[in-house]
Each structure stands twice: as C-alpha cells, then as structure tokens.
C-alpha cells in the first residue's frame, strides 16, 4: 500500500511512534491519540445505550471494539461519526470536536457501516468513482488494487446483482479508497469467506504499518485476537474492560489440568492462595484455575502422584465470556473463575 496518486494517507502515514534525536540521544515521542471520548452517553428514552464511555486510540493501531449485538457498538460509531447526537459527553477526533466540525473530519475518516446500503443500481467502477470524487481522490487506482486482492466478482456489473459477500467486499472498498487516518470498520467481515477473511486481515495490517488507525467493531473473538493491538470489550452499553490483547491474557488465570494415578478430590485444592476455581475435568482430569501462587499450587499438586499434566492458557474467546456471563448461565463458573467485576471499568494503558 505504497503512496498512490490522490492517496489521502498522508495525514496518518507517520509512524505511532517515532523517535528524535535530543544531545545525540534517540527518545520516544508521545504517542498521538486519534479518537477521545469523555463520558460518551446516549440515552433513548429510559433505556441507557451507551453509559459514559471513555476511549483513548491511538495513531497507528487497530482498535477491537468488542461485543455481542445489542452490546452498543453500533450505538458508539454512530456517535463517533456525528450520525446521531449524544445525550451527553463528548468525542473529539484528530484534536477536533465531532460537534463542532463533523464535516472536515469526516473527511479524513472512511467507514463500513454494519448494515450496508449501497447504489444497487451503479456498478462497483462507478461506485467507487462517485466515492472518490466525493473525497477529492484523482482516481481510483488504490480502489482497483484492493478489489482485485479481495477478487470482487465483476466491477462493471450492477451492485444489486452482486452476491452477499461482493457487496460486502465493495463496501470494505470504499471505506478504504481515499486512505484515510482513520477507518470506522462495523463488523467487517461478515458474509467474507474464510480466505477474504485473512486477505482482509491482511490489508488492515499493512495499513496500519503505514499509519493508518482502524476501529475494528466485531464480535468475531477470533479475529480480533489475529488483528487487534488493543481490544475494549463493551457489555450492555458499558466499558468493562480496555487492554491489549497479550495483557488481557497474560492477567487472566491459567488452566491445569491433571490426572493423577489415584483418584484425588478437586476440592482438596479449592483453599490454596491464587485458586480461583476446581473441578472435574474431561477424561478424568481435576481442573484448577490458577491466578496467582503458582509455585505453591504446583507443591501441593505435585504431592500426589501425576500421569498427565498440561498448563493452558485462556483465550480471547474464553476471557471474553467470562465477562458476559451472568447468573444462570451455564458458564457462570468461568466469570467467577476470573474474577470478574463486570461493572468496574477497569483500563490499561500500555
């Protein structure tokens, strides 16, 4: 994705970070923040569907924006992009307040809307020469090279005759056509098969690489999981939890899971330090969820005579879960196994 004539990446193509030389010394700058929202809320009527959220993303980073539907995410681009108005808080993106100058930044912003609606009755050449126009872009150069990676079926054939996955295909297109600073990207891949999945993966990154920040709303675990630097995961209008996708793994509790030669009862280990679930395990195997102490769990373990061991750790998927889980459900241990305060936000920065 070098520089293409009419390329709108220049706004965004230097790095999230960079460094600069200070008495011969090479220093980090800051890294520049793209979108900020305060206490973003929008309430339609008594029911609150998004409840003062607060966002930092960075230059150059795709951005998951985790959740279920109903969860708020379409709510919050909608918010973003000026499309609807918040009940109260703010956004400001590139420096600049929604409110205030919706219009110039909306230039510098490409978005997929997760319910797409496009000109059936133009073909994807036009499509996407209507679209450049209405950005100022010379030519749709950058537009043909992304559709032949992502093999739309027929340019110059009627969009409304386009199957689900080539409209879908000719919308990632257009969000993407003018290189923006910033692209708006609501559930992405849906209707993409398996192989346009990762080709789309594929041109986020290398986006990214050159600057570009993506806001990746999905809730598709697994892909955020490939893709995403940082991941929020919103339940019921409400920030629960903000952090990169290795620390959020890395602060979750490790899986053990053992068979013993004797059978032993899992709740012998229910009391030490750093435990925060047992049980019976498939196959026969007692499973421990272990936060913390683990040198002292594997002590007390190892005690017993051991046929098998394995140590695992949770996936994206699973500590996903764990914060959507609610009494009753059948995984509720799991929630309880992390630990989790589903109310508190809790944010890392790294």
């Not at 681009?77 to 590139?94: D, H, K, N, W, Y």
């Amino acid at each position: 994705m070098g520089n293409q004539p009419g390329q709108r990446i220049d706004v965004c193509a230097r790095a999230a970070t960079r460094e600069r030389a200070e008495d011969g010394v090479a220093t980090q700058a800051p890294i520049e923040s793209v979108l900020i929202t305060n206490k973003l809320t929008k309430n339609f009527g008594s029911v609150v569907a998004v409840d003062h959220i607060d966002l930092d993303i960075r230059r150059g980073e795709i951005f998951g924006f985790l959740g279920p539907n109903g969860a708020g995410k379409s709510t919050t681009i909608r918010m973003l992009l000026g499309l609807i108005r918040p009940t109260s808080g703010s956004a400001s993106i590139f420096g600049k307040d929604m409110r205030k100058y919706g219009n110039e930044i909306r230039r510098g912003i490409g978005y997929l809307p997760g319910e797409l609606a496009l000109y059936e009755n133009l073909s994807a050449r036009q499509y996407f020469e209507y679209t450049a126009a209405l950005y100022g872009v010379d030519n749709i150069d950058f537009a043909l090279a992304i559709s032949d990676r992502l093999k739309i079926s027929d340019l110059d054939a009627s969009i409304g005759s386009l199957s689900q996955g080539n409209k879908q295909k000719v919308g990632i297109v257009q969000a993407l056509l003018h290189k923006p600073a910033l692209v708006i990207l609501d559930e992405p891949t849906n209707a993409l098969d398996p192989l346009m999945r990762h080709e789309l993966y594929e041109i986020l990154l290398l986006a990214r690489d050159e600057g570009m920040t993506v806001f990746f709303s999905s809730h598709v675990l697994a892909e955020a999981e490939r893709i995403c630097d940082r991941v929020a995961i919103i339940r019921e209008g409400q920030l629960i939890r903000v952090g990169r996708v290795d620390e959020l793994k890395e602060t979750a509790p490790k899986r053990l899971l053992v068979r013993f030669a004797e059978p032993v009862e899992p709740q012998s280990f229910a009391d030490l330090a750093g435990v925060t679930k047992v049980g019976p395990g498939k196959d026969g195997r007692v499973e421990l969820m272990v936060r913390e102490n683990l040198d002292e769990v594997l002590r007390v373990v190892t005690q017993h005579q051991i046929v098998d061991f394995d140590a695992q750790d949770l996936s994206l998927e699973e500590i996903f879960l764990g914060y959507y889980e609610t009494e009753g459900d059948a995984s509720v241990d799991l929630a309880e196994a992390l630990d989790l305060e589903p109310r508190e936000l809790a944010v890392e920065q790294s």
